[in-house]
């Protein structure tokens, strides 16, 4: 066997192993995503919207995977489950709905590719601000950039606190556009934080697309990025 054939041999293989990494890693998170979404079933009565963009992410999560999208599926998969997370946590805290006692317990989840530790409920008093954006744009305005320097230096002045960045947009275009944009806006908010001294670690992103419209029913303010913080 010559050299080039054991090289490519080599290569080949390597290839086929990375992409059953990535299928396997993919059907782990869809699976726990899809427990999730069943899980907040008992949701929607009381956070309706929030439990269907569950439903929705989830359907567009395994069809990425069905159409062998592996690094589309798994963003989207964990998209799902933070969402299914989101509607226990709102359909908890409606006083009008009667539920299982077992279903009270709100859930912070931090979707952090290195997370070192457990996230804890974030009790501080500051108020992290939406930034929003132009139409298809992930540029950040003069207004979201100094927004962004207030969080930055209550972050600098508190080194516990860390923080999921949710990209947002509107309905035009395809979700798959949308969800991408929604991924762009969250990694630029991203950026510019660690520009401002913030450790990458203490950030983290998440894109709902357009599967989250902001309720005062204005365009302008789905098109943003929201933070959600702990410790």
């Known amino acids: 066997m010559s050299m080039f054939t054991r090289t490519f041999l080599v290569l080949a293989l390597s290839v086929a192993l990375a992409a059953c990494g990535g299928r396997q890693r ?4 869809l699976t726990d995503a899809r ?10 009565r009381c956070a309706e919207a929030e439990y269907r963009a569950a439903v929705r992410l989830m359907e567009q999560a395994e069809q990425a995977y069905a159409d062998r999208e592996y690094d589309n599926a798994r963003q989207l998969a964990e998209a799902a ?10 359909a ?6 009667d539920r299982q006692s077992d279903n009270q317990q709100a859930v912070v989840t931090v979707l952090d590719p290195t997370p070192t530790r457990q996230a804890q409920e974030y009790t501080g008093d500051y108020v992290f601000s939406t930034v929003y954006f132009g139409f298809d744009s992930s540029s950040v305005s003069a207004e979201a950039g100094s927004t962004l320097q207030a969080h930055a230096r209550y972050l600098q002045e508190n080194p516990s606190v860390r923080l999921r960045l949710e990209g947002h947009c509107d309905d035009a275009g395809t979700s ?3 969800f991408a944009l929604g991924q762009r806006r969250a990694a630029v908010v991203r950026q510019f934080l660690m520009e401002l001294g913030i450790s990458g670690e203490r950030l983290s992103t998440l894109s ?6 902001d309720r005062s029913g204005d365009e302008n303010r789905n098109r943003r990025v929201e933070f959600v913080a702990s410790e």
């Open 26 to 29: 993919s059907s782990d998170l």
């Open 35 to 44: 427990a999730a979404v069943d899980g907040a079933a008992d949701a929607e």
């Open 81 to 90: 489950r933070a969402q299914a997370e989101r509607a226990r946590e709102i």
């Open 92 to 97: 908890a805290a409606n006083d009008d709905c």
């Open 176 to 178: 798959e556009y949308n």
């Open 208 to 213: 709902y697309g357009e599967e989250m419209p």
